[in-house]
Structures are given as structure tokens and as C-alpha cells.
Nanobody, 128 residues
């Protein structure tokens, strides 16, 4: 089983931008039919899909975050990133990066049938 590796600040002040990086240790993020995504879990709540970037570089953001979040990548480093603007304490969560496999177009975006690689998660707290 391949484990992805998240990195970034553990503490961010309100109104700042949160930037996280996910390193992919095996394979290439440009390999056909995969998408690379970010998921978070606030304390006491379920998982929320935040966005993804496909193998071809097309990025999507979650519907509740569309104006604040975007996903980028650095193919030369085999990494992809999450940028979340104007954070508030409600953005406090454990953030995970994942790989989505078996991409298909659902009428709105390319999405994977399942997530088969996960990182261990990184705690991010938004507080002044």
C-alpha cells in the first residue's frame, strides 16, 4: 500500500491562506486515469471532499469552497497542493491527500470511482 505524505503548517491565523503539499512517492501524478484530491475532516464531523486535480492538470474545487480553494501541482516534483484562502476557525480539521482511481465524467467533472491511496493526515488549526 502506498502512503502519500502531507506537509504544511499546523497553525494558521484567521484570514490567512493555508497551503498544504502532498508528496507522491511512487509513480507519476501525470499518469493517465488518476486524479489527486484533498479531503478534510473537522472535529466531530464527516469527511468533506475539497477538490482535485486530474492527471492532465484540470482542477476542481468542492461546491462549498469554490471561491476559496484551488488545487495546483508541480509535476517536476511529483507533488500537488491545496490553497485555501481567508481561513476561519471552521476550517480547523485533519487534512488528507488521496488518489482517485478509475476516472469517469459524471456530467460535471472527472471523478474517481474510489480513493485507493491516502496520506496519514495532517492537523491544521485556525486560531489567533
Amino acid at each position: 500500500q502506498v502512503q502519500l505524505q502531507e506537509s504544511g503548517p499546523g497553525l494558521v491565523k484567521p484570514s490567512q491562506t493555508l497551503s498544504l503539499t502532498c508528496a507522491v512517492p511512487v509513480g507519476s501524478i501525470t499518469t493517465n486515469s488518476y486524479s489527486w484530491s484533498w479531503v478534510r475532516q473537522p472535529p466531530g464531523k464527516g469527511l468533506e471532499w475539497m477538490g482535485a486535480i486530474t492527471y492532465s492538470g484540470v482542477s476542481y474545487s468542492g461546491p462549498s469552497l469554490k471561491s476559496r480553494a484551488y488545487i495546483s501541482r508541480d509535476a517536476s516534483k511529483n507533488q500537488f497542493n491545496l490553497h485555501l484562502n481567508s481561513v476561519t476557525p471552521e476550517d480547523t480539521a485533519v487534512y488528507y491527500c488521496t488518489r482517485e482511481s478509475n476516472l469517469y465524467f459524471n456530467g460535471d467533472k472527472w471523478t474517481g470511482e474510489y480513493m485507493d491511496y491516502w496520506g496519514q493526515g495532517t492537523q491544521v488549526t485556525v486560531s489567533s
